[in-house]
């Protein structure tokens, strides 16, 4: 199956920046999309940004112009570059990834890292 293993989530202050990155790992035949979504406290999970395997990329609205989303599809990692941080970004930061995981099978499945807080706080 496929792991994905998140890091770089932790505390900052407003106007602050942090970078998480994630590293799938397993059997991966190929990844379509990988991404960040966000859950915070009494919210349901959303969209944070998504890229594709030809590097074409989504923001949700709210993060437009202060995070930025790349991959290294060679080594399998997604980053998140997240500058200009608000306390409204502070939640529990899940690394995503669209990715098939046989080669038996061209089916593709989602797969979630086990996520990793980001706090922004006054």
């Known amino acids: 199956q496929v792991q994905l293993v998140e890091s770089g989530g932790g505390l900052v202050q407003p106007g602050g920046s942090l970078r998480l990155s994630c590293a799938a790992s397993g059997t991966i035949v190929s990844i379509n999309f990988m991404g960040w979504y966000r859950q915070a406290p009494g919210k349901e999970r959303e969209m944070v940004a998504v890229i594709s395997s030809s590097g074409r990329t989504n923001y949700v609205d709210s993060v437009k112009g202060r995070f930025t989303i790349s991959r290294d599809n060679a080594k399998k990692t997604v980053d998140l570059q997240m500058n200009s941080l608000k306390p409204e970004d502070t939640a529990v930061y899940y690394c995503?990834?669209?990715?098939?995981?046989?080669?038996?099978?061209?089916?593709?499945?989602?797969?979630w890292g086990q996520g990793t807080q980001v706090t922004v706080f006054l």
């Open positions: 995503n990834c669209n990715a098939r995981p046989s080669y038996y099978s061209g089916d593709y499945y989602d797969f």
